[in-house]
């Protein structure tokens, strides 16, 4: 089992930037791959990027890959977003995801889940 803690949102201006993170905590937390969703109000959760267990592989949403960067400290059980550039569409629930291995593209993919953190863009 594997818990997870999404922290680093709040308010932003327009251009700014923010560094999500999530904290993992389990037995293997560190096997896990990690993806990084967003919900903006009325909408279905949107995938943003995901990272491998080991961390040499990572993937991003094409609509965000040219501002955000995913990483991971698997010292620290610790999967951090950087989010540059941030604009007012980028305001959502930003959640963060976990699966055994490989990272996916669908939310369906993953096993855990947390409460997510609030990113609001300001003009």
């Known amino acids: 089992q594997v818990q997870l803690v999404e922290s680093g949102g709040g308010l932003v201006q327009a251009g700014g930037s923010l560094r999500l993170s999530c904290a993992a905590s389990g037995r293997t937390a560190s096997d896990y791959a990690m993806g990084w969703f967003r919900q903006a109000p009325g909408k279905e959760r949107e995938f943003v990027a995901a990272?491998?267990?080991?961390?040499?592989?990572?993937y991003r949403a094409d609509s965000v890959k040219d501002r955000l960067l995913i990483s991971r400290d698997n010292a620290k059980n610790t999967v951090y977003l950087q989010m540059n550039t941030l604009k007012p569409e980028d305001t959502a629930v930003y959640y963060c995801?976990?699966?055994?291995?490989?990272?996916?593209?669908?939310?369906?993919?993953?096993?855990?889940w947390g409460r997510g953190t609030q990113v609001t863009v300001s003009s």
């Open positions: 995801g976990a699966r055994w291995r490989n990272w996916s593209t669908t939310m369906s993919a993953y096993e855990y």
């Open positions: 990272i491998n267990w080991s961390g040499g592989s990572t």
